[in-house]
């Protein structure tokens, strides 16, 4: 066997490992998930934006969905800095020792990231788009009758995605380090990043201008403080790498 094939079965090895690991402690956390589901689906049909909704079961499987469902996204937002640990020890063997160092501090960093995404979304942006599709029914005369599913479910798609559009920075500040981006490219594609961002949140919303523009202007904003980790990242990356070619031209005297 070739040291290339060596190398390879080496990283597919290192790779089976983070993924067993990631694994175990998603069952680990899917089992705490199980215990705080039921606590977790009566606190949502309690908030104020909900109490107004009869909330019905049209099949018999729809109550164990939304606790398999609950037990999943709590198991998520659990192990997600297991997880991304996983991924940080995967690629830390081709990291210089202060990269390893700096990327890791980039795990408690996204956690946080993550729930301000879930949280802007559930706080801010859900009970405005909740009165608005509750008075466009009122509008219309139409009597509103919610399965627990499909309210869920809406709930689901609304939060998730915020969590990780809210990575946005640490991602951006990960990938200048490691030198894959750079500021002046985040400049150069802004145009086309903000219409990404327009159909993300057309995606995310529904089809009225406020609403809209209460999503959209957040990643638009996410985006501009993206590129200025950016520069900053990359100033710093200029710096250490000036510092090692003058301590390599040093040595070499």
């Known amino acids: 066997m070739n040291q290339r094939d060596m190398t390879f079965r080496a990283h597919f090895e290192e790779l089976r490992k983070r993924l067993i690991f990631s694994a175990l402690f998603l069952v680990v956390g899917l089992g705490v998930g199980f215990f705080l589901a039921p606590t ?21 499987t ?6 398999i469902n609950f037990a999943f996204f709590i198991s998520i937002i659990l192990v997600l800095p297991v ?14 020792e ?7 501090s980039y795990i408690p960093i996204a956690t946080v990231l993550f729930l301000g995404g879930i949280a802007f979304s559930f706080y801010v942006l859900l009970p405005y788009i909740m009165d ?38 640490v991602v951006v500040m990960f990938l200048t380090r490691l030198g894959l981006i750079t500021p002046m490219f985040l400049t150069r594609i802004r145009k086309y ?36 980790i950016s520069r900053y990242a990359f100033r710093k990356r200029m710096r250490e790498d000036a510092a090692r070619q ?6 070499q005297m």
């Open 40 to 60: 977790v689906v009566e606190y949502l049909q309690s908030i104020p934006e909900a109490q107004d909704f009869p909330m019905n079961a049209f099949q018999l």
């Open 62 to 67: 729809d109550p164990l969905r939304v606790y």
């Open 83 to 96: 997880i991304l640990y996983q991924v940080w020890a995967f690629i830390a063997p081709g990291l210089a």
């Open 98 to 104: 202060k990269e390893r160092k700096i990327t890791l």
């Open 132 to 169: 608005f599709l509750g008075d466009l029914a009122e509008r219309l005369n139409i009597t509103e009758q919610y399965g627990i599913n499909e309210y869920f479910s809406f709930l689901f798609r609304l939060t998730l995605p915020f969590g990780f559009i809210f990575q946005l920075p």
């Open 193 to 228: 990043a903000y219409f990404a961002l327009l159909v993300i949140a057309a995606f995310i919303t529904p089809p009225e201008l406020v609403s809209h523009l209460i999503v959209t202007v957040p990643l638009f904003l996410l985006y501009e403080l993206s590129v200025v």
């Open 246 to 251: 003058r301590e390599m031209a040093e040595n």
